[in-house]
T-cell receptor, first 113, second 118 residues
């Protein structure tokens, strides 16, 4: 079953604009991760935010986490054509380490030149 | 390049057949995970191995099995294949603390094996 649900399902913006994607999850977590997938290829890890963190930055990426609302957001600033991809949030069940990730359905981001 | 390799890249087979997918983790990673990605089910965790032992199970069918060998490479065996098994199968690896203090770590994904069952 899907733990995370991304919103929106698809997003199309102009190059240079900011893109915001949201993710909601259902159970308690140790951390939440965001991954990017270019069409039909393997996933690439973007950023991990721990449950005791509220905000984290990595280059043009900014992630927030609100554990009271069980939600997270990913902001990509100054978007580029190369950012066109699907973005997934992922969580592990809070059972300490040994577990796979549960992914949402993803947001498909299209950056128009 | 994540450092995780998967073979084959593509596999086309018939219903009822059995296939084996192979994965080599990043150098130094002891954990291997298998995922299935399909249009209707999305990305689903199947199974995890840590240093040769099964550690966690997800939505893995009884027709599917996996193992991790002493050299840490892993194989996913899919048998009695059905049309609905057509999907992308990903392997991922990570450095996991077996005690699990901090939750699931960052995972490095291979390029996947695209399985088509006709």
């Amino acid at each position: 079953s899907q733990q995370g649900e991304e919103d929106p399902q698809a997003l199309s913006i102009q190059e240079g604009e900011n893109a915001t994607m949201n993710c909601s999850y259902k159970t308690s977590i140790n951390n939440l991760q965001w991954y990017r997938q270019n069409s039909g290829r393997g996933l690439v890890h973007l950023i991990l935010i721990r449950s005791n963190e509220r905000e984290k930055h990595s280059g043009r990426l900014r992630v927030t986490l609100d554990t009271s609302k069980k939600s997270s957001s990913l902001l990509i600033t100054a978007s580029r054509a190369a950012d066109t991809a699907s973005y997934f949030c992922a969580t592990g069940r809070d059972r300490g380490g040994a577990d796979g990730l549960t992914f949402g359905k993803g947001t498909h981001l299209i950056i128009q030149p | 390049d994540s450092g995780v390799t998967q073979t084959p890249k593509h596999l086309i087979t018939a219903t009822g057949q059995r296939v084996t997918l192979r994965c080599s983790p990043r150098s130094g990673d002891l954990s291997v995970y298998w995922y299935q990605q399909s249009l209707d089910q999305g990305l689903q965790f199947l199974i995890q191995y840590y240093n040769g032992e099964e550690r966690a199970k997800g939505n893995i069918l009884e027709r599917f099995s996996a193992q991790q060998f002493p050299d840490l490479h892993s194989e996913l065996n899919l048998s009695s294949l059905e049309l609905g098994d057509s999907a992308l199968y990903f392997c991922a690896s990570s450095v996991d603390d077996p005690v699990g203090a901090g939750g699931v770590n960052e995972q490095f994904f291979g390029p996947g094996t695209r399985l088509t069952v006709l």
